[in-house]
């Protein structure tokens, strides 16, 4: 973060300072420079001790005298962490396992895998049933038993997605309108916080 006359500023937009007549605009590109920030009095600004920004969305300068500097990361890699942060978010929720009419049905890739198999088998009539190994021990199910799990696991995993794409359009649609406004787009991307997932 970077201020002029003790007021915080922007680098990655061209800057106007003072007014009418005697206004001039610094474009963006002079403001990455740090001799010309320098010419024009632009200086980091400096945080007293206090707790560290997140150095996953900031980049932090300990000037080791119990003060630092930190400014956002550039909007890119906020955008991707956010969307790795949903990701991580929704993949938790779609492995950790479901309850289907009072029996835990494990949802990992792998079990998906095996549960997908076998009702493909059954519905082609491959096979008229398969061993399948409950927690409780070995049952032999049927097409007739197997589909409303799988329908359930199924519509579980389409549920988790749905959710991610959601929270991916709200990311969007927040950066959308904070450029809109005016706003500080990274300091809105890092305060994101996705809709709760269900």
Same mark, same amino acid.
């Given at each position: 973060?970077?201020? $002029? ?18 206004a001039?605009?610094i474009p963006a590109?002079?403001?990455q420079d740090?001799? $010309? ?9 400096t ?11 900031y980049?932090?300068?300990?000037h080791?005298d119990g003060t630092?500097?930190?400014?956002p990361?550039?909007?890119?890699? $906020?955008?991707q962490?956010?969307?790795?942060e ?16 009072g029996?835990?049905i ?5 079990s998906?895998?095996?549960l ?10 491959l096979?008229?049933?398969?061993p ?10 049927? $097409?007739d ?21 959601r929270?991916q359009?709200a990311?969007d ?8 406004s ?17």
């Amino acid at each position: 973060m970077f201020q $002029l006359n003790g007021q915080k500023i922007r680098i990655d937009v061209d800057l106007t300072i003072g007014e009418g007549d005697d206004a001039i605009t610094i474009p963006a590109l002079h403001l990455q420079d740090p001799v $010309l920030r320098a010419e024009y009095g632009i200086v980091e600004a400096t945080t007293a001790a206090g707790p560290r920004p997140d150095e996953r969305y900031y980049w932090v300068s300990d000037h080791g005298d119990g003060t630092y500097s930190s400014e956002p990361k550039d909007l890119d890699i $906020l955008r991707q962490l956010k969307l790795d942060e949903i990701a991580a978010m929704r993949w938790t929720r779609e492995v950790g396992g479901i309850d289907v009419g009072g029996v835990q049905i494990k949802t990992d890739r792998e079990s998906q895998a095996q549960l997908s198999s076998a009702f493909a088998s059954l519905t082609g009539g491959l096979i008229p049933d398969t061993p399948w190994k409950a927690v409780d021990g070995w049952v032999r199910v049927t $097409l007739d038993d197997i589909r409303p799990i799988a329908g359930a696991v199924a519509g579980h995993v389409r549920s988790c997605f749905d959710w991610e794409e959601r929270a991916q359009g709200a990311l969007d649609k927040l950066i959308a309108d904070t450029r809109k406004s005016g706003g500080d787009v990274a300091e809105a991307v890092i305060g994101f916080t996705p809709p709760a997932i269900s």
